[in-house]
């Protein structure tokens, strides 16, 4: 059943964002906190999306994992109604698929060692349309990362990037939807449900 409350707000985020300038420089100082942070730099698998549609970039961001080489770089891709996790070592194994997005090739996908369980993930860079100060998460309605997610091990950190703009005072939730543990705009890293051993430079719920 639709959340009419969701789509509303849902409709408003976006146009929101649409409406931003600056993407670019925005998403740079984001990342840089983002990375900054001790849980990613100890992870040695981590799972990026790649933008779309006016999310916040991490296109630069994971071009230089990939050169830097220091930890296994992860990106997903949609198989039905669930997303795939494939290791990625080089920028030219993406290509445009479902809904536009970058996502590993069928080449690459075929590759078994390459295949990653989301069991096997230290950190997770999920985007949202929304997302409100204790981590609620307002996704584009279709489950992919509450489903994936789900399946995840408790040590797995979860790090909404967003747009200062994005952040709102609360969101509706259902008990499906996963919390995220930060959340990490250009201007704030927020700490919404800290793993044990880590801790914030922003403000905690």
Same mark, same amino acid.
């Given at each position: 059943m639709i959340d009419p409350n969701k789509t509303e707000l849902r409709q408003r985020a976006v146009s929101v964002r649409r409406k931003l300038g600056d993407k670019p420089q925005r998403s740079r100082q984001c990342l840089e906190q983002a990375c900054s942070l001790e849980s990613f730099k100890t992870a040695s698998t981590v799972l990026w999306y790649i933008d779309v549609r006016g999310e916040l970039m991490t296109t630069d961001a994971v071009g230089q994992e990939l050169i830097a080489n220091e930890r296994r770089c992860v990106v @997903?891709?949609?198989? &039905?109604?669930?997303?795939?996790?494939?290791e990625i070592q080089r920028w030219d194994? *993406?290509? /445009? &698929? $479902?809904? &536009?997005?970058?996502? @590993?090739? #069928?080449?690459?996908?075929?590759?078994? #060692?390459?295949?990653? !369980?989301?069991?096997?993930?230290?950190?997770?860079?999920? #985007? &949202?349309?929304?997302f409100d100060r204790c981590g609620g998460r307002l996704g584009y309605g279709k489950g992919y990362y509450d489903r994936l997610l789900s399946q995840a091990p408790e040590r797995l950190v979860r790090i909404g990037l967003a747009f200062d703009c994005q952040v709102l005072t609360? *969101?509706? /939730?259902? @008990?499906?939807?996963?919390?995220?543990?930060?959340?990490? /705009?250009?201007?704030?890293?927020? $700490?919404?449900? @800290?793993? #044990?051993?880590?801790? !914030?430079?922003g403000e905690a719920c």
């Open positions: @997903p891709y949609c198989d &039905g109604d669930e997303l795939r996790l494939v194994e *993406l290509e /445009t &698929g $479902a809904f &536009g997005i970058l996502e @590993p090739a #069928p080449a690459i996908r075929e590759l078994e #060692p390459r295949h990653v !369980s989301i069991r096997d993930v230290d950190l997770v860079f999920v #985007p &949202g349309v929304a609360a *969101l509706p /939730t259902q @008990p499906h939807d996963i919390p995220m543990h930060w959340i990490v /705009t250009e201007s704030e890293v927020l $700490a919404c449900a @800290p793993l #044990p051993g880590v801790h !914030s430079k």
